[in-house]
């Protein structure tokens, strides 16, 4: 059976734009690709993307990058997008680097008219301390940390949008969006276990999706992890298609 055919054009424009969506604190661009550190909080943030199809990585690079994530105490991350060549595949995986994480990417067409935005939402263009310590109070391990998530957040330079939506008048999930250049990411999607089942997810991603359109955006795109089937029926419900998948893949060091 043929492999489906991947808009590697829209690949890219979603790639490029999640950099500045999710900002790690620090971000180098080596030999075409974007290595970011953000103390652990979160792979995107912590891993090395290429920015071009086709994306090589030489020996002398893939050197580097191991040890920067080194010297940063972070194991070297790398993920394996379409950008990425088969070549370059092959031999990190040769390598050592292990499947940590496999995610889709999708995409979603909106419409002021079809995409309102919600009364019961609220946003602001910057993430406020009840914002950070909302979604971080309703996550576990490392992305407990506020300190960390309000260093990636404080970073971002272009219109957003952090929605909380509300319940019976009280906090109940939350989310963000950033708008650049005609697409909008949506992330961070978070809603209180003890309502969960209740539909506020997709209404705060209705809500996100109005804010988008709002801001003139013809595109919205989203990351998703591939054993979160809940998550992914609720996006495809929202008119969301699979435009890729990828692996986010880690090197143990010893």
């Known amino acids: 059976m043929d492999k489906p055919v991947i808009d ?99 995409v979603a067409e909106l419409d002021r008219d079809r995409h ?44 957003a949008a952090f929605a909380t939506l509300l319940h019976e008048g009280r906090p109940a999930a939350y989310a963000m969006s950033v708008a650049e250049r005609g697409m909008a990411e949506i992330g961070a999607v978070i809603v209180d276990e003890s309502l969960r089942g209740r539909g506020l997810g997709k209404r705060l991603m209705q809500g996100l999706m109005g804010w988008a359109a709002a801001q003139g955006c013809a595109l919205a795109y989203l990351q998703v992890d591939q054993s979160n089937g809940l998550a992914f029926e609720m996006y495809r419900r929202l008119g969301f298609r699979q435009l890729y998948a990828y692996e986010t893949r880690r090197l143990d060091l010893a």
């Open 8 to 106: 590697l054009a829209l690949v890219g424009a979603c790639e490029n734009r999640i950099v500045n969506a999710w900002p790690a604190p620090t971000t180098l661009v080596i030999d075409g690709w974007v290595v970011r550190f953000a103390n652990g909080y979160s792979g995107r943030a912590n891993s090395a993307s290429s920015l071009h199809q086709g994306g090589e990585m030489d020996e002398a690079t893939l050197e580097l990058v191991e040890r920067l994530y080194a010297e940063a105490g972070l194991p070297p991350r790398i993920r394996f997008t379409p950008l990425v060549a088969e070549s370059a595949r092959r031999r990190l995986a040769a390598r050592g680097y292990r499947i940590e994480t496999a995610s889709f990417g999708m």
């Open 116 to 159: 309102p935005q919600l009364p019961e939402m609220i946003v602001g263009p910057q993430a406020d301390a009840a914002w950070i310590d909302g979604v971080c109070g309703h996550q576990t391990g490392a992305k407990r940390n506020r300190e960390h998530l309000s260093a990636i957040v404080s970073g971002v330079r272009l219109p």
